[in-house]
């Protein structure tokens, strides 16, 4: 077995940006704005009816206008049907700043880095980042949403048979690595569903919100085994957006603003062989050492982290990469209730996640993120909230971010 | 389901039709990589010459994909080959999925002939010399998901 931390040895540099806000606090990058549209089985709305209803809404809620936009950042999700055409459908004119990135469901923290990047470069004063995805289609199961759409050949093909067409088995793959190195195991795993659901219970946005226990978790269906249906994120249809800009922009708007204090990606690209990390390591373990260097924090301030949940094994994978418990003990710090409401230090993905909420990929922890950050979440605000971390996870843990907002400026 | 080939993957697919599972051999430092490598992950070369695979390997992970009946539809494996390279195959013979099933399992591959498709490298449990036929898990269908 190789040392699956080894490859992480190289300390990461806190990135040049940090001492760019450092130097001008007025060019410091906030986020503003908050848009979340009707979200699940929201039927006869396309991804980009989704995108421009959730930047709408983003916009009005910072208190500005679409027109006062001069920089717009999409993501688009699993069927790919979001392009730069947004930009016409929110008649939005003499941009500075449009683009379209995929990263998957790291995405959404290399939306609000590029866009921090920009407005404290001057590239562009107020950016929207908006990610929209419609999979759902009336009368159709949700497997159907995220299974292949062509019929296998080549290597590809290999997959296929291997019983590994869908992102289910592979994540299922990685599961049972963790759990045959670490001893986790699948009642662990439960662990996470049953905290989060507790969460989602005291979330009005959260669309599952009858507590579930650990029996319920073992008694759902196997998806693929290691993983029961419970294991699983939903599949949702929906958008949300967010509006990056200034520092100095920000104290005349009508939210609180939530400033971005570092944020950094790690893509692991796990080699084909022996001495791959796979299911073991993510990028979190790269990804937020760097973070948390240019926030000038480490991961004992941090007091709501918002884990990226396509799985609960990835919530698991995320609470040990970055450093929230020693490697392997994801396991018995999930079991130890620490993830739940009234859990401990940190309060964990407090409203529901992917699990029970909604599934926006990275927006989904971000949007809460923002909630938590300006204090309105209600039931569920965390008692802490000067630091909160967001992670996102893209591919089958190939793709990585983070970001550390705070509801305070400076540093 | 039958596998169409490509153009990256004929010459794989000759290979198992001939019972053979090629690697990829580095014709600039020799290290054999997976069957679809592209570039060699230790010079960066792209030339490779194709490396029959002895057909030892072990398990690294598994996972069995259910449908919505909750029946098991196939074992998935992870497996590194004796020769370093890993490869995702269907792992055959399992009568009760994940049961005996443990990291570093040795097992064999072998070859499935598939109508109208290309022939398909499999895993199974090795025992000492000798194959078990055994009947086949049914084939997968399109995976579930949340
Ligand atoms: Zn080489």
């Known amino acids: 077995m190789p040392d699956p931390l080894s490859s992480d ?18 060019l410091s990058p906030a986020v503003v704005g908050l848009g979340i549209t009707e979200m699940g089985k929201v039927y006869g709305r396309t991804a980009p009816d989704f995108a421009a209803d959730a930047v709408r809404r983003a916009v009005a809620d910072a208190g500005l206008r679409t027109a006062d936009l001069d920089g717009l ?102 599961a049972r690595r963790h759990m045959t190195t670490y001893g986790t195991t699948s009642e662990q795993l439960g662990a996470v569903a049953v905290a989060q659901r507790g969460w989602a219970v005291r979330n009005p946005l959260a669309q599952l919100r009858t507590p579930i226990t650990l029996a319920d978790h073992q008694a759902s269906r196997m998806i693929a085994d290691p993983l029961h249906l419970l294991d699983c994120c ?45 299911g073991l390591v993510s990028g979190a373990a790269r990804s937020g050492p760097a973070a948390l260097a240019m926030a000038g924090a480490s991961i004992e301030d941090v007091d709501v982290a918002e884990l990226y949940d396509c799985y609960t094994f990835t919530a698991l994978l995320s609470v040990e990469d970055y450093g929230f418990c020693a490697k392997g003990e994801g396991g018995a710090f999930a079991e130890s ?39 309105q979440g209600g039931e569920r605000q965390a008692p802490r909230n000067d630091l909160v971390l967001v992670s996102g996870n893209g591919g089958v843990l190939d793709h990585h971010s983070t970001l550390l907002l705070s509801p305070h400026a400076g540093s | 389901m039958p596998i169409a080939r490509d153009a990256a993957s004929a010459e794989f697919f000759d290979g198992t039709a001939r019972g053979e599972l090629l690697l990829r051999r580095c014709t600039g430092c020799g290290r054999i990589s997976a ?52 490869l ?6 399992v009568a009760e999925p994940a049961a005996d099933l443990s990291a570093g399992l040795p097992l064999t591959v072998s070859f499935e002939a598939v109508a109208d498709g290309e022939t398909v490298p499999v895993v199974s449990v090795a025992r000492e010399g000798r194959h078990e036929t055994v009947d086949r898990i049914p084939a997968p269908q399109e995976g579930p998901t949340p």
């Open chain 1, 9 to 26: 040895s190289n300390s990461p540099a806190p990135p040049a940006a940090s001492a760019t806000f450092r130097a001008n606090p007025a």
């Open chain 1, 73 to 174: 950042l999409i993501n688009s999700g699993v069927r790919n049907d979001l392009g730069l055409e947004l930009a016409r459908d929110l008649d939005l004119r003499d941009l500075r700043l449009l683009d379209y990135l995929q990263g998957y469901g790291s995405s959404a923290g290399a939306m609000v880095s590029f866009a921090s990047l920009a407005v404290s470069s001057g590239l562009a004063t107020t950016v929207a980042c908006v990610f929209a995805d419609a999979p759902l289609r009336e009368g159709r199961g949700t497997g159907a949403a995220y299974a292949a759409r062509k019929p296998p050949s080549g290597f590809d093909g290999l997959l296929v048979d291997a019983g590994l067409a869908s992102v289910n088995a592979r994540y299922a793959l990685a």
């Open chain 1, 234 to 278: 939903l599949v949702s249809n929906g958008g949300i957006a967010v509006v990056v800009t200034t520092a100095e922009r920000a104290r005349d708007l009508a939210q609180p603003p939530v400033h971005v204090k570092g944020f950094a990606q790690a893509h692991p690209g796990y080699p084909d062989a022996g001495d791959s990390a796979f």
């Open chain 1, 337 to 375: 209730g620490a993830l739940g409401p009234g859990g401990g230090r940190t309060a964990f993905n407090t409203g529901g996640g992917q699990l029970s909420s909604y599934y926006m990929w990275g927006m989904t922890p971000l949007s809460e993120a923002v909630i938590q950050a300006r204090g």
């Open chain 2, 35 to 86: 069957p679809q490598a592209r570039q060699c992950p230790d010079c960066a070369a792209t030339e490779f010459t194709p490396a029959p695979a002895s057909g030892a390997a072990t398990l690294v992970s598994w996972a069995v994909p259910h449908d919505r009946e909750g029946r098991p539809l196939t074992v998935a494996a992870l497996v590194e080959l004796a020769e370093g390279p890993w």
């Open chain 2, 88 to 93: 995702r195959l269907r792992l055959t013979g």
